[in-house]
T-cell receptor
Framework: AQTVTQSQPEMSVQEAETVTLSCTYDTSESDYYLFWYKQPPSRQMILVIRQEAYKQQNATENRFSVNFQKAAKSFSLKISDSQLGDAAMYFCAYRSGLDSNYQLIWGAGTKLIIKP | DAGVIQSPRHEVTEMGQEVTLRCKPISGHNSLFWYRQTMMRGLELLIYFNNNVPIDDSGMPEDRFSAKMPNASFSTLKIQPSEPRDSAVYFC?????????FGPGTRLTVT
């Protein structure tokens, strides 16, 4: 069975600096997708970024980028120029490419604190 | 698009009462998921539907919980009777091409 591990329960960063959130996963599959979701205090879950396993290029969305290391089964999220609005819980999630029901396997989350 | 719509946003009820949570998925999405989130257990998948058919309800905690999806634009999660340990935030998410889009959640408090 696939698992997703986020080893950092909490991280803090100074405003305007860069922070990296870690995520590792375990799978025997070669076709899968990885996601980062953000949950701010308003509690709405928001999709931040998505990575297809078959793509070698790391996904980027504005200040958010990932470091996808397929062999190491690592999928970290880098947030550049951190802003106060980035304060939230961040969840890493895995989806099998074989699952036509699109079920996600979730990590436990990392709470990101932004220091002004 | 209005996104996934959930109602009510907040629900406070007494133990033993029936609670019904509602979800309207994004139009055109054919998968729908119900999650529960608590501090103790994090985000738990309760049940999911594909094309209005329940696919996996193994996450439903007890027979007190039931979910229906009578059509492609509406789903309900019912708890009868409710208990204080059911207090949580309940999310609905819909999906079409693999990306799940979440509703704002319903915060349920059972006293």
């Amino acid at each position: 069975a696939q698992t997703v591990t986020q080893s950092q329960p909490e991280m803090s960063v100074q405003e305007a600096e860069t922070v990296t959130l870690s995520c590792t996963y375990d799978t025997s599959e070669s076709d899968y997708y990885l996601f980062w979701y953000k949950q701010p205090p308003s509690r709405q879950m928001i999709l931040v970024i998505r990575q297809e396993a078959y793509k070698q290029q790391n996904a980027t969305e504005n200040r958010f980028s990932v470091n996808f290391q397929k062999a190491a089964k690592s999928f970290s999220l880098k947030i550049s120029d951190s802003q106060l609005g980035d304060a939230a819980m961040y969840f890493c999630a895995y989806r099998s490419g074989l699952d036509s029901n699109y079920q996600l396997i979730w990590g436990a989350g990392t709470k990101l604190i932004i220091k002004p | 698009d209005a996104g996934v719509i959930q109602s009510p946003r907040h629900e406070v009820t007494e133990m033993g009462q029936e609670v019904t949570l509602r979800c309207k998925p994004i139009s055109g999405h054919n998968s729908l998921f119900w999650y529960r989130q608590t501090m103790m257990r994090g985000l738990e998948l309760l049940i999911y539907f594909n094309n209005n058919v329940p696919i996996d309800d193994s996450g439903m905690p007890e027979d007190r919980f039931s979910a229906k999806m009578p059509n492609a634009s509406f789903s309900t999660l019912k708890i009868q009777p409710s208990e204080p340990r059911d207090s949580a935030v309940y999310f609905c998410a819909s999906c079409n091409q693999g990306e799940q889009y979440f509703g704002p959640g319903t915060r349920l408090t059972v006293t």
